[in-house]
């Protein structure tokens, strides 16, 4: 039996936080592999320095080497510490080299290495504190760990027959020796060697891709909530946590806004039927959130509602388009080429709508506007809206429900700006102006998770 276990940024954000997470990993009766995120705030550190013309190099590393040290120096004493320090050294100076290069870069990828940089150093930290209470254990990069990505930067994705084989040449042997491998999350080594992200959050899918490659029995994502909840616990401080899901549903939530898992974790896992949990490392006696094909019914008519926000709702008007039917196959086909996201698609005699994310409007607008050979009559943009996603059991199937939700929002004193219905039987989608999603969240939630007789 394998078991991955992914510790998120606040999950190795501290020393009692790393203590907590050791613990957790040698509870574990199975094979064991580790996949980590940065410490809390590194990441953002990063990116922002990048982004900080201003920013002073040196500082920044001696802010950098701060954040970790100050953890080392409470975790480790003596010979434990030197070791320690040798390998920090190591991964410290290759790190100052290539941020040192920021201003005369044209590698497309120079901003997924650095904002990749803190998961190098949380996976040491930790490697280390399980040597030191006595396991054997090693800390991987991606690149030495063998996990590979494919796709254009900052936003790779995992490809899995590489790495596959990956993990059969560096963590099989490592797993038969007993021996508990700390890998990195969040990025692989793309075709040319250099690292590619999986988005912000990728750490999620990085041990989910990890799972399947290695044919893991469970993949178990430790945050710092009590599993996938019926609500974002920041919106609705009473949101339950939610005992059980099934794939569809954790990847519709995830998608539509749910930040306790990046959108691609399920994917890897579905594919091979492994399960995930989402646990709590700060209450590791919770039981936390199991996601599996099979579920019992939750006994609450909606499970968990999600909001998606920074969308846009783009409307094409053309008399022509129920007469042209490949014309909407070819602006589908323009945002496509374009690598634009569509979050929900609807149509009617003689509009296109769809909704996108506010920051590729410009540019798709500017596509749109080049389509000179279409009898494209208008383009009409509303931006700032916020997609709300509801998802429970066999929602679809319950007679006047939608008309239910909607007077809800009704309540809410929100306009719904647009409907997407029946393309998945586990969700209903629809788009609210941004100022009023909270306001419907809270309402949605209120009104309709309870428990219900089954
Ligand atoms: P990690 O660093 O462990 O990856 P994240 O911050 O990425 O943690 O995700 C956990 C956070 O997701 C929670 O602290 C919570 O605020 C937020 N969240 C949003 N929606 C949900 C939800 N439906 N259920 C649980 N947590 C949610
Ligand atoms: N450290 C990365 C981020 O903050 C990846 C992750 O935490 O999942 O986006
Ligand atoms: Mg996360």
Redesign the pocket.
């Known amino acids: 039996m394998i078991t991955v276990k992914?510790?998120?940024?606040?999950?190795v954000g501290s020393v009692e936080a790393l203590k907590r997470a050791a613990n957790i990993i040698l509870a574990g009766k199975d094979s064991t592999v580790v996949v980590v995120?940065a410490m809390?705030g590194i990441t953002n550190f990063l990116v922002g320095a990048m982004d900080d013309s201003t920013a002073v190099d040196s500082e920044v590393f001696d802010k950098f080497e701060a954040r970790h040290m100050e953890v080392a120096k409470a975790l480790f004493k003596g010979e434990r510490m030197e070791k320690f320090r040798k390998d920090f050294d190591v991964r410290f100076e290759a790190f100052k080299k290539v941020y040192s290069s920021r201003n005369n870069q044209d590698d497309p990828y120079f901003k997924d290495n650095i904002s990749s940089q803190g998961e190098r150093f949380s996976s040491l930290v930790l490697a280390h504190l399980l040597c030191d209470m006595g396991a054997d254990s090693v800390a991987l990069t991606s690149e030495e760990a063998g996990v590979y990505a494919v796709g254009k930067p900052l936003s790779g994705s995992c490809d899995l027959y590489k790495t596959a084989m990956g993990m059969d040449i560096n963590v099989k042997p490592l797993l038969a020796r007993g021996c508990i491998p700390i890998i990195t999350g969040f990025y692989g080594v793309n075709e040319s060697g250099k690292p590619l992200t999986f988005g912000r959050?990728g750490?999620?899918y990085a041990a989910a891709a990890v799972g399947n490659a290695l044919d893991a029995d469970c993949v178990e994502?430790?945050?710092?909530?009590?599993?996938?909840?019926?609500?974002?616990?920041?919106?609705v401080p009473d949101?339950i946590?939610?005992d059980e899901m099934n794939f569809s549903e954790a990847a519709e939530?995830a998608y539509f806004?749910?930040?306790?898992?990046?959108p691609k974790t399920i994917e890897p896992a579905r594919a091979k039927q492994i399960t995930v949990k989402?646990l709590n490392?700060f209450h590791p006696d919770h039981p936390g959130t199991t996601i599996r094909s099979l579920r019992k019914r939750s006994g609450s008519l909606v499970k968990?509602v999600?909001m998606k926000n920074d969308l846009s709702v783009i409307t094409i008007r053309s008399g022509e388009l129920a007469y042209n039917p490949s014309m909407v196959a070819r602006i589908v086909d323009n945002l496509g080429r374009h690598d634009v996201s569509v979050y929900g698609i609807s149509t009617s005699l003689s509009t296109l709508a769809f909704i996108i994310q506010n920051g590729d409007v410009p540019r798709i607008i500017g596509e749109l506007k080049l389509m000179r050979d279409e009898p494209i009559e208008g383009i009409d943009i509303k931006s700032n809206v916020a997609l709300i996603c509801v998802v429970g059991d066999d929602l679809l199937d319950k007679c006047g429900f939608s008309g239910d939700i909607f007077g809800a929002v009704k309540e809410a004193n929100a306009n719904v700006e647009m409907i997407s219905e029946g393309a998945s039987d586990v969700s209903l989608n629809f788009v609210v102006p941004a100022e009023s999603a909270t306001d419907v969240i809270k309402i949605l939630h209120k009104k309709f998770v309870k428990k219900v007789d089954a």
């Open positions: 992914k510790f998120g940024g606040t999950s995120s809390s959050g750490s999620d994502i430790w945050t710092d909530v009590n599993g996938f909840m019926s609500a974002d616990p920041r919106i949101a946590s939610i939530l806004g749910a930040k306790v898992l990046h989402i490392s968990s999600t």
